[in-house]
């Protein structure tokens, strides 16, 4: 059972699967990724009514431009209908969208829609939904130290005197000052990260699930929730 007084503050989600459940319902692939994102809406609504403070998905990596061109445009068209058909409700509800990664790399209406989104719900102080986009994290943390070189290189900084808080605030998450995550879930049977949040992840738990991304229920989520509450965190005490 789930404790709604003992709530993670940042729950990460890796959202696997999509391509599978198509396979199994005999539908294209995009047909599965469309499902995931019905999927998302309803793990959105439902953190938000669990009084979690900041919901982070992986919605398509550094690696994902491997992909075929449909899929990839399939992905974005999807990601662009989301955005616009919620946005009226994702500001009903008080959320603040942020993206992690680099967008300018998406196609133009797709990132016209999401810095629509962006703007539109900056001042909303409510559930911090954070989307993975072009996200990697190594490439997160190449970006974090070339700027942290170039600090050194003009002389504001000493290389000693570089810390772990400030690699932090060089990431796309220490941008917005997101908390690590206390738990990753991954959906589909895989159990890896996949260049997911490396750095923040140093004591985040992790709750694997079977089901496929699009089959993944909010009682779903609040079982993988009850999970990660069971576990005894110990950062390295006893
Ligand atoms: C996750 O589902 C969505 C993205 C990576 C964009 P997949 O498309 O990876 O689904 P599987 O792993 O092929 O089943
Ligand atoms: C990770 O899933 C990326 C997202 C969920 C967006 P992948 O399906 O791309 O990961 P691998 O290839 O199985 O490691
Ligand atoms: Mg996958």
């Not at 996949?194 to 750095?199: D, E, G």
Request: glycine share 6%; net charge negative.
């Amino acid at each position: 059972m789930l404790d709604r007084d003992r709530m993670p503050r940042h729950v990460a989600i890796i959202m696997d699967g999509n391509g599978r459940w198509a396979k199994a319902h005999n539908v294209p692939r995009v047909l599965g990724h469309n499902a995931g994102m019905k999927a998302m809406k309803k793990i959105v609504d439902h953190s938000d009514k669990l009084g979690i403070e900041y919901l982070t998905v992986y919605a398509f990596s550094t690696e994902n431009w491997k992909r075929s061109v449909e899929e990839v445009s399939g992905i974005f068209k999807l990601l662009v209908k989301y955005v616009q058909s919620d946005l009226k409700e994702l500001i009903e509800n008080n959320v603040r969208v942020n993206i992690l990664g680099d967008y300018s790399a998406i196609p133009d209406d797709a990132r016209a829609s999401l810095e629509k989104t962006l703007r539109e719900t900056h001042d909303n102080d409510g559930l911090k939904f954070n989307i993975a986009i072009n996200y990697g994290s190594r490439d997160e943390m190449r970006r974090g130290i070339s700027e942290i070189c170039q600090m050194v290189k003009d002389g504001e900084i000493d290389p000693e005197d570089v810390t772990e808080e400030m690699i932090g605030a060089h990431l796309f998450t220490g941008h917005e000052n997101i908390p690590d995550p206390e738990v990753i879930i991954r959906t589909s049977g895989e159990e890896r990260l996949s260049n997911f949040l490396l750095w923040q992840s140093a004591y985040s738990e992790f709750v694997f699930v079977d089901d496929l991304w699009p089959d993944f229920t909010p009682a779903r989520y609040e079982e993988a929730l009850a999970i990660y509450q069971s576990r005894d965190r110990r950062f390295g005490g006893r």
